[in-house]
DNA sequence: TCTTTTAATGACTTGACGGTCATTAATAAG
DNA sequence: CTTATTAATGACCGTCAAGTCATTAAAAGA
């Protein structure tokens, strides 16, 4: 919290220094004689960081789990955080913008569907019962409770991506016939994205098991399919 | 946090201090002779500082919100608070139990639908904008990290009764020929809540204005509508 | 091996806030 | 007014965790 006005996610020089990385990940620059330094991959770090914070972030929530918590899991030194991390706002929203690139990559390489069926296969694909977990994690950072509004950002811009996304294949299956003629791709990718949302947040709240979740989403799928084919 | 066993909300004695209490919100005990005791109403007093820390916690959330906060609003000392309520949790509890109370009432009263345009007019209704702010709230009360599994015990235990309130409608519709018939009311009502959920929570993630609100709304409700009709 | 530069460490600092309690104020009977 | 009883107060305490920094370790050229 209290994080204003962070330009960067890491600390020390605002310029990388990772300017001269090689691909196999070490760095070199120009030596000026004498003695040389040791040397690591700051991205990877960041990365195992990333990796050993979204472990125990997921377990307990982000306000539960202390720094101490996350060097542990990474196998480092609390100090050794700050080197990587400015602070523990800047490392939560690094995680995030990581985590939706993620999620929007594997949408994104799904084919586009020529019907309203095969829309909905994809989409309980792209809806695995683990995100369930992540979103309980995203309630403790969407909330007033999080002063930086930089993490509901990154959240909210990628919803407002997926409405779009799922607007465009919606395009795609109005020009097929497959679509309602009295709801825009925009507002059937909105609806589409709402219901998806309270699905898995449903899930959250309940901690329903997976088979419990099943149940209702196929009711609410169906229910959505139908209505989108128009009555 | 950390309250693991509270047997009350209200500290002091187990038994209620209220036993008799007089219409007016004064009370009277056996008096023993000598002088006699400033008396004040509690349960007044706790809705009085309910109603403050509603608030504050609105404002600002209830991890952010010190209890100084609150007693600030409430025109109290922050000792005072804890005469009232045990812990900063329990006080929560105790608003959170209010609020769903209030708001089961106020949904019951709302007589039952004929057809299915009726139904979702009493919908939006019953959905107020207002409630975004609410909405954010809990996220810091329903995320891993509060620890108290109460507050998730009571907001599940809303939309539980909510899932099964609509389903008892749907049962109706269902009679009446307004309901698709591949579909149980149970099923529909659980759907119809995990779509609500999603579209409230996306206000509150997007912070949109009430206009946009309405549009998303509107489409996901036609889409809804149509899809409970059958297709 | 020695030296230079950067990386890693964890004890310590700092600030914050929930909760307590000795003290003071208020009430009302005698 | 006195006195008994309860209500209210806010300075204080204990705890806890984020973030710092002087110190130590590691790497690698000379």
Chains 1, 2 share one sequence.
């Not at 309980?136 to 909330?143: M, P």
């Not at 899930?203 to 997976?210: Q, R």
């Amino acid at each position: 919290m209290t994080v204003k006005s962070l330009k960067d996610l890491n600390p020390g020089d605002a310029t990388s220094r990772l300017t001269g990385c090689a691909a196999n990940g070490t760095v070199r620059q120009g030596a000026e004689g004498g003695g040389m330094p040791k040397i690591v991959d700051r991205e990877k770090m960041q990365a195992q960081i990333l990796d050993a914070a979204m472990e125990v972030f997921l377990e307990n929530g982000f306000h539960v789990t202390k720094m101490q918590d996350v060097a542990r899991r990474a196998g480092l030194a609390k100090g050794t955080l700050y080197l990587y991390f400015k602070s523990k706002d800047a490392m939560l929203l690094a995680l995030l913008q990581r985590y939706f690139e993620d999620i929007q990559t594997r949408i994104s390489a799904i084919p586009a569907p020529q019907t309203l069926s095969q829309f909905f296969y994809a989409l309980r694909l792209s809806m695995p019962v683990e995100r369930m977990a992540a979103t309980r994690l995203f309630f403790d950072v969407l909330g007033p409770g999080f002063e930086d509004p930089r993490a509901a950002q990154i959240i909210g811009a990628f919803f407002e991506w997926l409405a779009s996304h799922y607007a465009a294949q919606f395009q795609g299956l109005a020009d097929l016939g497959e679509l309602r003629r009295d709801l825009t791709p925009h507002q059937a990718g909105e609806a589409v994205t709402a219901m998806l949302d309270g699905l898995v947040i449903h899930m959250a709240i309940f901690g329903a098991d997976a088979e419990t979740f099943e149940t209702r989403r196929n009711a609410t799928l169906a229910v959505l399919e139908s209505g989108l084919r128009g009555g």
